[in-house]
């Protein structure tokens, strides 16, 4: 069944929620990449949380009209409206007030929310309109989606993903570093604009599949699990944008091979899902990759104990480095240091003394610097300073020795 699904063989309907959900997971991921740099996530939720208003006000106004309330154009229309109005708000106390953007966040988040719900248990009450299963643009509903609905969502996704190529660069430049872009000349307050109108557009895009409470994680959580495997920005966005798609897609399949399972959510789940996998295994930035790099360093820290207690013959005590010893054939069974123990230790021990005439010498200051017990000195300084260094402290000379 699921096998069917994720190889659209289960219907019309279902096919067309798959496609929909892959291109607005795209669209998704690749914006929020941006809101991700900029340290803006959470503007995201104010956005997403003030579309509800309009899409009750719209449904209000069309079945006054005479109209079927539940026409997707007319909600994510009225959506749209109600987003620009919440992100004009909160544009605007930012900039003329003390609050700070998180407060202002916080505010425009609970009032349009608080608002959508009154207007929601309003038309609850109604006698027309249809307005049975229109709470589903809280969470998504994608029952019954239609050959137009599903248009809607892919054309929304395609013009924001054309868009987002026509400002990359500058929007790049701005959420790295927006003073730089205004030294540069670029409008830097309507980049910002132009990146928050970006993000009520896949907002009120991915209303119908996602819903405006959950549609925050497909724009966050792909950006962000894309972050753990590289450096570039160019790559997160790519990455995150084929993370956000195949969340879409794998989350709409599921959904699908089980008809009581929603599929906003399952999404969501399907996204974390690969956070966690990235968190743990990413090779560079994951949780595992911290763990074998703590315990690699851990060796070398005892491996670096063991040589120096060697050349200064002193006793060794800890058994993780006479492992460690024994292991690299620097030592053998009775404790006793092997020919190349010894001269690994009498390396070990010059340099510290070449490291404490280089941390006492202020025309070293620079190399001192990098000093942290473990680094080779043939790294940081040259042939000739070593054998001056050398000169300095007597002994063997070169930067062998």
């Given at each position: 069944m699921i096998v069917d699904a994720l190889l659209l063989q289960l219907g019309y309907n279902a096919t067309l929620v798959a496609l929909g959900a892959t291109l607005l997971g795209i669209s998704a991921g690749v914006t929020g990449t941006f809101l991700f740099l900029r340290k803006r996530a959470l503007v995201s939720d104010a956005i997403s949380h003030a579309t509800l208003p309009g899409v009750c006000l719209a449904f209000i106004i069309m079945v006054g009209m005479g109209g079927d309330g539940r026409n997707l154009i007319g909600l994510l229309a009225g959506s749209a409206v109600s987003a620009s109005v919440g992100l004009l708000c909160l544009s605007w106390l930012t900039r003329h007030t003390r609050l700070a953007e998180d407060a202002a966040i916080?505010?425009?988040?609970?009032?349009?929310?608080?608002?959508?719900?009154?207007?929601?248990?309003?038309?609850?009450?109604?006698?027309?309109?249809?307005?049975?299963?229109?709470?589903?643009?809280?969470?998504?509903?994608?029952?019954?989606?239609?050959?137009?609905?599903?248009?809607?969502?892919?054309?929304?996704?395609?013009?924001?993903?054309?868009?987002?190529?026509?400002?990359?660069?500058?929007?790049?430049?701005?959420?790295?570093?927006?003073?730089?872009?205004?030294?540069?000349?670029?409008?830097?307050?309507?980049?910002?604009?132009?990146?928050?109108?970006?993000?009520?557009?896949?907002?009120?895009?991915?209303?119908?599949?996602?819903?405006?409470?959950?549609?925050?994680?497909?724009?966050?959580?792909?950006?962000?699990?894309?972050?753990?495997?590289?450096?570039?920005?160019?790559?997160?966005?790519?990455?995150?944008?084929?993370?956000?798609?195949?969340?879409?897609?794998?989350?709409?399949?599921?959904?699908?091979?089980?008809?009581?399972?929603?599929?906003?959510?399952?999404?969501?789940?399907?996204?974390?899902?690969?956070?966690?996998?990235?968190?743990?295994?990413?090779?560079?930035?994951?949780?595992?990759?911290?763990?074998?790099?703590?315990l690699r360093f851990q060796r070398r820290v005892h491996l670096r104990q063991g040589l120096l207690a060697l050349a200064q013959s002193q006793p060794i005590y800890e058994n993780l480095t006479l492992r460690l010893l024994r292991r690299a054939d620097l030592v053998r069974a009775d404790g006793v240091a092997t020919e190349t123990g010894r001269a690994r230790a009498a390396k070990a021990l010059r340099d510290e003394k070449r490291w404490e005439v280089v941390r006492a010498d202020q025309a070293h200051e620079a190399a001192a610097a990098l000093y942290d017990g473990l680094r080779d000195i043939e790294t940081v300084l040259t042939r000739d300073q070593i054998v001056d260094i050398d000169a300095r402290i007597g002994g063997p000379q070169g930067v062998g020795a």
């Open positions: 916080g505010v425009i988040l609970s009032v349009f929310f608080g608002l959508g719900i009154v207007l929601l248990t309003v038309i609850q009450t109604m006698s027309s309109g249809r307005q049975a299963g229109l709470e589903g643009f809280l969470l998504g509903s994608t029952a019954g989606m239609l050959w137009a609905d599903a248009m809607v969502v892919a054309v929304g996704g395609a013009v924001v993903l054309a868009l987002i190529l026509l400002l990359r660069r500058p929007m790049t430049l701005v959420a790295f570093d927006p003073e730089y872009a205004a030294a540069r000349g670029l409008p830097v307050d309507r980049i910002d604009l132009a990146m928050m109108g970006l993000v009520m557009a896949v907002t009120v895009v991915g209303l119908k599949i996602v819903g405006l409470i959950l549609i925050v994680a497909l724009l966050i959580i792909p950006p962000v699990t894309a972050r753990f495997w590289t450096e570039r920005s160019d790559r997160v966005v790519l990455l995150a944008g084929l993370i956000g798609g195949f969340s879409g897609y794998v989350g709409a399949g599921l959904s699908a091979s089980a008809p009581n399972l929603p599929t906003g959510p399952i999404i969501v789940l399907v996204g974390f899902t690969c956070f966690v996998i990235s968190l743990l295994l990413a090779p560079n930035r994951g949780v595992l990759a911290a763990v074998l790099g703590h």
